[in-house]
Nanobody
């Protein structure tokens, strides 16, 4: 089992930055893929970014590439999503997720992750 707790969401103006955190616990994290997803009202959940905890390899959706950065702190067992140049269309509930299947499909967000956090709201005003 993996427990995930997100924090760092809030209201921010377009063009500004925000950093989300996801504290992970419960099993050896080095064998996990960690991902961030988001879901806007009335829309399907969307893959944002992922990281192979063991190697640090990262993947991004085209909509956030160049603006968002995913990273992990192996001491704090925490995954971060640094979001810059935020746009109103980035408004969503952001979820942290983990999966034990470290494959390209998993890291590309093409599978249903096994473990999920409760989500944190990000609102970007224009």
């Amino acid at each position: 089992q993996v427990q995930l707790v997100e924090s760092g969401g809030g209201l921010v103006q377009a063009g500004n930055s925000l950093r989300l955190s996801c504290a992970a616990s419960g099993r050896t994290l080095s064998s996990l893929a960690m991902g961030w997803f988001r879901q806007a009202p009335g829309k399907e959940r969307q893959f944002v970014a992922s990281i192979n905890w063991g190697t640090g390899t990262t993947y991004y959706s085209n909509s956030v590439k160049g603006r968002f950065t995913i990273s992990r702190d192996e001491v704090k067992n925490t995954v971060y999503l640094q979001m810059s140049s935020l746009k109103p269309e980035d408004t969503a509930v952001y979820y942290c997720a983990a999966d034990s299947r470290i494959t390209r499909r998993t890291l590309s967000g093409l599978v249903e992750y096994e473990y999920w956090g409760q989500g944190t709201q990000v609102t970007v005003s224009s």
